[in-house]
T-cell receptor, first 112, second 116 residues
Framework: GNSVTQMEGPVTLSEEAFLTINCTYT??????LFWYVQYPGEGLQLLLK?????DKGSNKGFEATYRKETTSFHLEKGSVQVSDSAVYFC???????????FGKGTSLLVTP | SAVISQKPSRDICQRGTSLTIQCQVD?????MFWYRQQPGQSLTLIAT?????????ESGFVIDKFPISRPNLTFSTLTVSNMSPEDSSIYLC?????????????FGDGTRLSIL
């Protein structure tokens, strides 16, 4: 079945550091890929998405490229801010429908 | 995107009781889902709420424990029945607007449930 694997957290970075959160997936066919962010005490917000190979999703300075050859969708940001501190979830929706398979989440803490 | 309101936002309940969580959307949506997020964990899909018919449950979740209603295209409820401390979680409603598998899901803020 479909699955998503994310790098283990927590990740602690200094402000303005470069961020990479690794995400790889297993799926049949051509899934759509998503990154969601959960700020403390809040629900999930869609951060970005990509629906086909080589698509790049981007939002708020975050980027992720759908790499079918490596089955990856790594999240990157060139310069993180304290306000980026949150839990980040990689997710996919497969050919069978809209339901999402989530990774375990990666907690990010950015310090001043 | 659709504005999703979940009620209650949090509750503390006694074991053996039941609680119904409401999810209201400000526009008609194609799909509605219910997820559970156990403490420090990722999200697990409970079921797809089908308008006018029985929900479609994922493996490990049953209707007797998590009855779901969806009377129209903007509203759904999830009941957590006969609660035990293991049911302490965040329960989230999500929706998809429009057609196409590439449409993202949008989530409500969740209901934080604690069982004593």
């Amino acid at each position: 079945g479909n699955s998503v694997t994310q790098m283990e957290g927590p990740v602690t970075l200094s402000e303005e550091a470069f961020l990479t959160i690794n995400c790889t997936y297993t799926a049949t066919g051509y899934p759509s890929l998503f990154w969601y962010v959960q700020y403390p005490g809040e629900g999930l917000q869609l951060l970005l998405k990509a629906t086909k190979a080589d698509d790049k999703g981007s939002n708020k300075g975050f980027e992720a490229t759908y790499r079918k050859e490596t089955t990856s969708f790594h999240l990157e940001k060139g310069s993180v801010q304290v306000s980026d501190s949150a839990v980040y979830f990689c997710a996919l929706s497969g050919n069978s429908g809209y339901a999402l398979n989530f990774g375990k989440g990666t907690s990010l803490l950015v310090t001043p | 995107s659709a504005v999703i309101s979940q009620k209650p936002s949090r509750d503390i309940c006694q074991r053996g009781t039941s609680l119904t969580i409401q999810c209201q959307v400000d526009s008609q949506v194609t799909m509605m889902f219910w997820y559970r997020q156990q403490p420090g964990q990722s999200l697990t899909l409970i079921a797809t709420a089908n308008q006018g018919s029985e929900a479609t449950y994922e493996s490990g979740f049953v209707i007797d424990k998590f009855p779901i209603s969806r009377p129209n295209l903007t509203f759904s409820t999830l009941t957590v029945s006969n609660m035990s401390p293991e049911d302490s979680s965040i329960y989230l409603c999500s929706v998809v607007s429009g057609g196409g598998r590439d449409q993202p899901q949008h989530f409500g803020d969740g209901t934080r449930l604690s069982i004593l």
